[in-house]
């Protein structure tokens, strides 16, 4: 948690602690990314902390519309009592509310009248986490800007993607089980 005479530390969103690294490039609100985030829980604990690394990093897409707000708020609640954990429940909730920060075949429908502000207050209902003043952290910019810089450093084009020791693992899907994953990255 951040002090006012301390600068704001967003807290990495990282779990475990195993030598294996699994860093998946994800958008909040893309379908294929709320599935494999929704799996990342269940493949920590299949494949233990101490033999896994997981690693959330963040790939805008700008046909998802709110992307960088979204991502924005997801890094703010990071920031809050709680760290990555905070962070984690705030992208959970955009996964599970999806359609109400998307829009209509990415260009039509209710949220096109939403403005940010609108968009950080619906997430602060649904998630229950007070994100405003986080949000308007001016520092949050240089951690946007490291996860942008990383993922394009990387190749990374789409969401999701994901990396296994520093290297992409283009046969990881999805759509594949929490085991296939496991295969796919011991092997």
């Not at 951040?2 to 967003?10: D, E, L, R, T, Y």
């Not at 990282?14 to 929704?38: K, Q, Y």
């Not at 999806?98 to 950080?120: K, L, Q, V, W, Y």
Request: aromatic share 8%.
């Amino acid at each position: 948690m951040s002090h006012p005479s301390s600068p704001p530390h967003a807290d990495p969103l990282c779990w475990g602690h195993g030598p294996v690294v699994f860093e998946a490039f994800l958008e909040p609100t893309c379908p294929f990314s709320v599935r494999a985030f929704n799996k990342l829980d269940e493949l920590l604990q299949t494949a233990g902390e101490d033999h896994l690394t997981v690693k959330i990093r963040f790939q805008s897409q700008p046909w998802h519309m709110f992307s960088g707000v979204i991502i924005r708020c997801i890094l703010a609640a990071s920031t809050l009592e709680g760290g990555k954990e905070t962070a984690k429940t705030v992208m959970a909730t955009v996964g599970a509310h999806r359609e109400e920060f998307e829009f209509i075949n990415h260009c039509s429908g209710p949220n096109m009248d939403a403005t940010p502000a609108d968009i950080i207050a619906r997430l602060e209902r649904y998630s229950g986490v007070r994100l405003a003043s986080a949000f308007a952290i001016p520092e949050l910019q240089t951690v946007i800007k490291w996860h942008c810089k990383y993922a394009r450093q990387n190749g990374i084009h789409v969401s999701p993607t994901f990396m296994v020791d520093g290297l992409i693992n283009p046969s990881i899907s999805s759509g594949d089980s929490v085991k296939d994953w496991i295969g796919k990255i011991s092997g």
